[in-house]
């Protein structure tokens, strides 16, 4: 293995949780009850497929407004501190002093990738920035994931892929890398067990394994 590409919210720093919390929030101001399926269906995307999804759930007819409103406060949160996964600057740092390619893929904006890495201290590891807005097709779609591995010059199917959502190990498996759960929000179910290559309590764990398997 030569490369790793990180996914970012609820992977690298706790933010999944925030984005939940402000898509529930905007759901009240406009007076719906999502169903428990949206957070599933949402996590991960982007663009065109992530409006589809605020379409369905929100019973509006164009998801963009909501979209913007969701990510203008998300940002003005952010701006203020970015919460660290425990193991974050670990993982990256053996990963940078053992030789690896790093990439950030990201559904997130690439101009708030770069402020959270800033932030964090954490830019100093990474090789490529690659955000979901960049790509025609957001996750579960494998676009991103295939636009890191060129980033760094490393063939995808020797890219340790880490996520924490099921659309991301759904784009991690199409895409042909290795993807490695770190679940935040969501559960591991069977479908995940089959298409990871492993699921880790927390990036701990995964820099245990990858450096396992490194060794052998």
């Known amino acids: 293995m030569k490369g790793a590409i990180f996914d970012m919210d609820g992977l690298m720093f706790d933010t999944e949780r ?3 919390d402000t ?3 905007i759901a009240s101001e ?3 009850v999502l169903d428990p399926g949206f957070g599933k269906a949402v996590t991960g995307t982007s663009g065109p497929k992530r409006e589809a999804v605020i379409r369905e759930y929100y019973h509006v007819s164009d998801g963009h407004p909501i979209d913007e409103e969701c990510v203008k ?3 003005a949160y952010l701006e203020k501190t970015v919460p660290e996964k425990p193991g974050i600057h670990e993982i990256l740092s053996w990963l940078h002093d053992h030789g690896y390619k790093i990439a950030v893929a990201s559904s997130t904006e690439s101009r708030q990738i770069e402020h959270n890495l800033e932030m964090t201290n954490t830019r100093q590891y ?3 920035v690659c955000s979901g807005t960049q790509v025609a097709h957001s996750k579960p779609a494998p676009d991103v994931f295939l636009y890191a591995a ?3 010059h490393v063939p995808i199917a020797e890219c340790y892929i880490f996520e924490d959502a099921f659309n991301g190990i759904r784009a991690a498996y199409n895409a042909g890398g290795v993807g490695i759960m770190v679940p935040d929000t969501q559960a591991p179910d069977e479908e995940m067990r089959q298409k990871a290559h492993a699921i880790c309590r927390d990036l701990n764990e995964a820099l245990a394994l990858i450096q396992k398997e490194s060794a052998q």
């Open 18 to 20: 925030i984005w939940q």
């Open 23 to 25: 898509w529930h929030q």
């Open 30 to 32: 406009h007076h719906v």
């Open 73 to 75: 406060r998300i940002h």
């Open 126 to 128: 990474i090789d490529a």
């Open 150 to 152: 060129e980033c760094i």
